[in-house]
């Protein structure tokens, strides 16, 4: 791409082509949730994930981390 930066609606026209495709609707934002919430379940730290996704806030990052049911409830388990 030449060092350029991606333009916006290249990216949603892929996303919309590959979610044709697949027969399921995904967005950038579905990717980038996916990224941070496997990020941190990897051990990454809250720092680290807000880093590589670019946020100035390290509270944006924090609205992933939203754990499953079964996840709160494994530990709670712990306790």
Same mark, same amino acid.
């Given at each position: ?24 609707? &995904?967005?950038?934002?579905? $990717? ?7 990020? @941190?379940?990897?051990? %990454? ?12 806030? &390290?509270?944006?990052?924090? $609205? ?7 996840? @709160?409830?494994?530990? %709670?388990?712990q306790?």
């Open positions: 791409m030449g060092g350029k930066p991606v333009d916006r609606t290249l990216i949603n026209k892929l996303f919309k082509t590959y979610s044709e495709k697949i027969g399921k609707e &995904i967005t950038p934002h579905d $990717l980038r949730h996916f990224f941070c919430s496997h990020a @941190l379940n990897s051990g %990454m730290s809250v720092h680290e994930v807000a880093n590589q996704a670019g946020h100035s806030n &390290i509270h944006t990052t924090l $609205l992933y981390t939203n754990p499953s049911k079964s996840e @709160l409830l494994k530990k %709670m388990n306790l």
